[in-house]
């Protein structure tokens, strides 16, 4: 395995860490000291490491050459502790999905000062490849995370915003866990190719945000 492949893999269990440590610290801004109580509003990436999640899925995925992705341990959050549950659920849902944003842009601005300032080609060399593929890895692990498919954290925005009448059938989905977002993803036409036009959306977006090319 590449030292690239490596580093790439670290960078995504820090940023998982920093997505669930997100979750976290909105919810204790909301009112739930759960996450807090059992030390997982922390950026210490141990925390928060699922074994199979964190850290078999991504190997076995760089390995097979396919896109690494992973997953975390989720952060408890008590629902009924929140001040206003079904609204501040959503907060906390977005935080996720919002720290992997910022970290893209990170990742991104980081990549161009690199080749802007530090002399390095833009790709073909370690530091910018690295760079690179860790803001693709943010980006997709945001996008993927707003799918609206219980239990992913789209589905918490989903459910604020759905009428009363529905929410309780859509939220019953979850007991589905992650088989309907398998599902989903390998089953549904289309799915594979609408995340990869998201993710280029949300890249073009920081792109703008950040200057540009410099």
Request: hydrophobic share 55%; with cysteine.
């Amino acid at each position: 395995m590449s030292l690239e492949i490596v580093l790439v893999i670290a960078f995504l269990v820090i940023s998982l860490g920093i997505h669930e440590a997100a979750h976290g610290w909105v919810a204790l801004q909301c009112g739930d000291t759960t996450a807090r109580d059992l030390g997982r509003i922390t950026l210490n990436p141990i925390a928060h490491i699922d074994p199979i999640m964190t850290v078999v899925l991504p190997l076995a995925l760089a390995m097979a050459g396919a896109p690494i992705f992973g997953g975390a341990k989720p952060v408890p959050v008590s629902y009924h502790r929140l001040r206003h549950p079904l609204r501040d659920m959503m907060f906390v849902a977005l935080a996720g999905p919002g720290s992997n944003f910022l970290l893209a842009i990170v990742f991104i601005v980081a990549w161009k000062a690199a080749f802007t300032f530090g002399g390095y080609a833009p790709h073909g060399q370690l530091m910018t490849d690295v760079l690179y593929t860790s803001a693709w890895v943010n980006v997709l692990l945001a996008v993927f995370n707003l799918v609206p498919i219980p239990p992913l954290d789209g589905s918490r925005v989903m459910a604020w915003l759905l009428p009363a009448s529905m929410r309780p059938s859509y939220i019953s989905l979850e007991r589905f866990g992650m088989l309907l977002v398998l599902g989903v993803v390998f089953l549904v036409p289309g799915f594979q190719k609408m995340l990869g036009e998201g993710m280029e959306t949300m890249m073009k977006v920081i792109f703008t945000l950040t200057g540009g090319m410099w």
